[in-house]
């Protein structure tokens, strides 16, 4: 069955910290993609990125970094030098190959991050 | 500018009555979805549609209806069978399927009264 799970509830950093957001999944299929989106105090997701299950590459984008690894079925989510813009609530999501149109979210991740 | 749109931002509702979410979309996505979400929850599919005059039923449909007469307007209609109606609303819309990123709308919070 298809399932993603954010162990963390709430995590709170002190500014310039480094933080890594924790995303498990379970999944059947070989083929699918996992995702990762901010929602600010306003209230709109916002995509941050995506992978598929045939590309393992580690991502970087500014300050951002995503570590995946199949063998654990985790999808990490790290932001270096934490700024006060970065609280929110981060969610983790699945899409299966097979599961058409359908994205599975996990429970997300509340961070805050103080001044 | 291109997006998702949604309103009103705020609804209030009286106990026993039905009340409509509007969710547009000029991105010229062929998908789209609502999603509830409670606080300390992820978000729970309600219905998604992936063209006009199609739709499914998603994880939490029971007391909820939608209608897709236009590719650009996906309402909700949250009906007095939903038993537990206040929370977050969010409509989003992606391209192809679901295997690409999903633009969201900045929401609609239902406070039932």
């Known amino acids: 069955a298809q399932k993603v799970t954010q162990a963390q509830t709430e995590i709170s950093v002190v500014e310039k910290e480094d933080v890594t957001l924790d995303c498990v999944y379970e999944?059947?299929?070989?083929?699918?993609?996992l995702f990762w989106y901010k929602q600010p105090p306003s209230g709109e997701l916002v995509f941050l990125i995506r992978r598929n299950s045939f590309d393992e590459q580690n991502e970087i984008s500014g300050r951002y970094s995503w570590n995946f690894q199949k063998s654990t079925s985790s999808f990490n989510f790290t932001i270096t030098a934490s700024q006060v813009v970065d609280s929110a609530v981060y969610f983790c999501?699945?899409?299966?190959?097979?599961?058409?149109?359908?994205?599975?979210f996990g429970a997300g991740t509340r961070l805050f991050v103080k001044a | 500018d291109g997006g998702i749109t949604q309103s009103p931002k705020y609804l209030f509702r009286k106990e026993g009555q039905n009340v409509t979410l509007s969710c547009e979309q000029n991105l010229n996505h062929d998908a789209m979805y609502w999603y509830r979400q409670d606080p300390g929850q992820g978000l729970r599919l309600i219905y998604y549609s992936q063209i006009v005059n199609d739709f499914q039923k998603g994880d939490i449909a029971e007391g909820y209806s939608v209608s897709r007469e236009k590719k650009e307007s996906f309402p909700l209609t949250v009906t007095s069978a939903q038993k537990n109606p206040t929370a977050f609303y969010l409509c989003?819309?992606?391209?192809?399927?679901?295997?690409?990123?999903?633009?969201f709308g900045p929401g609609t919070r239902l406070t039932v009264l």
């Open positions: 989003a819309s992606t391209y192809g399927t679901g295997s690409n990123e999903q633009f």
């Open positions: 999501a699945l899409s299966e190959d097979t599961g058409g149109f359908k994205t599975i």
């Open positions: 999944t059947r299929d070989t083929t699918y993609y």
